[in-house]
């Protein structure tokens, strides 16, 4: 019987259109119930995707200060969201909440 090989499964590897980064932070947002540390490892899978050392550039920000606050082990300054989301192309919106509206 031949033996199973496994491999640690890396969403960054799947990520690979504008359109599939925004629909993976949208399912995490629908996902994290306000956890900012998922919301920014969200974050973080998405910018290996695009590559770390582009989303640096674009954002200002080191690539070693984005690796520790998009680790998903803190919770990062809404200041660094909104600079990564702007490197990586992406909005943030709201809209209501229709249950508690």
Known sequence: MAKTITTRYDVA????????MAAYLEACFEEAHGDASSIA???GDIARAK???QVARDSGLSRESLYKA????RSPAFETILKVMGALGLKLHAEA????S
Do not use: F, I, W, Y
């Open 13 to 20: 590897e799947h990520l690979r259109t504008p359109e599939e």
């Open 97 to 100: 909440d229709q249950v508690n």
């Open 70 to 73: 998009l680790s998903g082990e």
């Open 41 to 43: 490892k969200a974050l």
């Open 51 to 53: 590559g770390m050392s």
